[in-house]
């Protein structure tokens, strides 16, 4: 995993600062501890600029930034492929020579060989920037899912692109930008901020999926070469009206395919191991059909202790089952405040979450990893949260009210029953019209109607002019299987914006590579048509690990992942309540905004 940058002045002649590209690139230091590089042009108006965290081929002939044989192209390149070494067979089959084992040269002369349809042939994370010599165009691509974060400021004659928006903000145009109201809208409404926007007016995120060309003298284009509410869309489900049963085994084939992929590194690989069943999954694949064996770490605190809070118990069973290497770490409140600080400088935009997979990477770190496998994206895939039944349950029960009956009623509720009614509660009738409003009502950290009590009139007003078309799409109406729908904005939004985003920012922080076999591209076109007979498919899949999987794991249900912050910050500052809205504008006041907290 790396840190990239690049910068190209692209509308006019003038040369680039390369020592300021130099500090934007330094700035990431934690994602790439191992080396660093930096390349500008004969022309000196593009810069481009690398750290290197080393996974896949160690030698030295793996530096970035790297040029292909015959210098037509040059890349800059964070993530992994996991099917390069085919890509590799089939290139060199072609005629194209390798003078390294990486997978980022693989990447070049893929570029080199297909154009700009080499991305749709990559599967893995990746976030990136490629220099076509010839063409004199800078073109910038992520992954699918946007596993890796790429951020990029256009000022109308210069872009700047790097892979940390606090890394852009190194450069003094940019660090005296303003807040953007749909950052500050969409934080304190989600818990996150919704791409593209950032907390940064101008500095924006290149969509998951997304593929960007900076030709010279030309404005930037970008176009979506993966969209997976789309793709969603377009099956609408035929085959599983037709297919009572989902094909458990070759689903399963399918997982073990994307997990073997993901073990694919020229150094130890671990794996995150919670009470959960998707970790629980990934090991036992790993070492019963895989054969690997690998170091296991969980996260424990000192707050849930011997409560059904606590994850650690269970792990370790899991862990002792398939005798891995097992390391539980456990946390206080001390070593929260301890390293508070240096938790909100490594966060690079403001999220609610994150404090988690912030300690467990600090963890795998201590024990020698540089990379572990999560099971972020199980939930989202194998509709494994509460919103799936919960949302259409409330369209069924409460949707026949009409809108402005239900805004009476939570205005009533509100105003007559105070704190006997949470807002959520009040608001149940007015936001159940549709899946898409009790989606929103379910995932809502701040509900619309409350954001004028935490955020000025005029930043919420221009905040939600610009987020509600990305919140509220019209094509997410078009949706008939409710199972689709809401695996659809689970991983369009809540994944994408908050899970996948933290996991980079947290990990990274301590240089390592944390990969999710559940997010992969070929494992969502086999399951995504299916996904309206998925009830109960993850206990399905752990049917074939009955003998052998503790009973308790198979047998619990669903709880979530809980960090005790609250009880942490209510001991400190001896109040007696606190709810995620206190934590949100903790996190807020930490990036140097002024918000209010509303109550819950």
């Not at 080393?54 to 964070?78: E, R, T």
């Not at 953007?180 to 593209?196: K, N």
């Not at 994944?495 to 947290?506: E, F, G, P, S």
Request: aromatic share 12%; proline share 5%.
């Amino acid at each position: 995993m790396c840190g990239i940058a690049a910068f190209y002045s692209y509308a006019d002649a003038n040369p680039i600062n390369i020592d300021l590209l130099a500090r934007v690139r330094d700035f990431m230091h934690s994602r790439g501890p191992d080396d660093k590089g930096i390349y500008q042009s004969d022309n000196k108006t593009l810069g481009m600029a690398h750290r290197r965290l080393s996974i896949i081929d160690l030698s030295d002939k793996a530096h970035q930034p790297m040029m292909d044989a015959n210098g037509n192209a040059v890349l800059v390149f964070n993530g992994e492929i996991y099917n390069y070494k085919s890509l590799r067979t089939a290139l060199i089959k072609k005629g194209y020579v390798f003078n390294t084992n990486s997978d980022t040269e693989v990447i070049l002369n893929l570029y080199l060989d297909r154009g700009l349809e080499f991305v749709n042939a990559l599967q893995g994370m990746f976030a990136l920037a490629l220099y076509d010599k010839r063409a004199e165009m800078l073109v910038l691509a992520r992954d699918p899912f946007g596993i890796k974060p790429l951020y990029y400021y256009d000022n109308g004659k210069q872009i700047s692109i790097a892979s940390q928006v606090r890394a852009l903000r190194q450069i003094p145009e940019i660090k005296t930008m303003p807040f953007e109201p749909a950052g500050q809208v969409g934080f304190y409404m989600t818990g996150s901020i919704p791409e593209p926007y950032t907390l940064y007016r101008n500095i924006f995120a290149l969509p998951a999926g997304s593929i960007m060309c900076v030709s010279r003298h030309k404005k930037p284009v970008t176009r979506r070469y993966f969209d997976s509410t789309q793709t969603f869309l377009n099956v609408q489900n035929p085959i599983a009206k037709q297919m009572p049963v989902v094909p458990v085994k070759k689903i399963y084939h399918s997982i073990v395919e994307s997990v073997e992929k993901h073990l694919v590194a020229d150094v130890p690989v671990g794996v995150f191991l919670s009470s959960g069943l998707d970790s629980s999954l990934i090991l036992a694949i790993i070492r019963q059909e895989l054969g690997y064996k690998v170091q296991t770490v969980t996260l424990g605190f000192e707050a849930y202790r011997g409560t059904v809070r606590d994850e650690t118990l269970l792990a370790e069973r899991v862990a002792n089952t398939f005798e891995t290497e097992h390391k539980t770490i456990w946390l206080d409140s001390d070593d929260f405040f301890e390293h508070e600080t240096a938790f909100f400088e490594a966060m690079d935009q403001p999220t609610i979450d994150g404090l988690n997979t912030y300690f467990v990477s600090m963890a795998a770190k201590k024990v020698g990893l540089k990379v572990a496998l999560s099971g972020v994206g199980g939930d989202e895939l194998f509709a494994g949260y509460n919103t799936f039944s919960h949302v259409p349950r409330m369209v069924r029960n409460f949707g026949w009210v009409p809108k402005p009956m239900g805004r009476l009623f939570r205005q009533l509720g509100v105003n007559c029953m105070g704190k006997l009614v949470s807002p959520k509660q009040a608001s149940v009738f007015e936001y159940s019209q549709t899946l898409l409003d009790a989606y929103w009502l379910k995932r809502c950290l701040t509900l619309p109607w409350q954001l004028k009590q935490v955020l000025p009139a005029s930043v919420v007003h221009e905040g939600w002019q610009k987020l509600a078309p990305i919140l509220f799409p019209v094509s997410k109406a078009q949706f008939r299987n409710a199972r689709q729908f809401v695996s659809a904005c689970e991983i369009d939004f809540y994944m994408k914006n908050q899970l996948l985003r933290d996991t980079d920012w947290a990990s990274m922080a301590h240089s390592l590579e944390v990969r999710i076999p559940f997010v992969d591209k070929c494992l969502f076109s086999e399951v995504m048509p299916l996904m309206g007979n998925l009830k109960l498919f993850k206990q399905q899949l752990f049917s074939l690990f009955s003998s052998s999987l503790p009973k308790a794991l198979l047998e619990r249900e669903k709880t979530g992942f809980y960090v005790p912050v609250r009880e942490w910050l209510m001991a400190k500052s001896d109040q007696k309540a606190l709810s995620m809205q206190h934590w949100a504008t903790h996190v807020y006041k930490n990036f140097g905004g002024v918000g209010e907290t509303v109550g819950y």
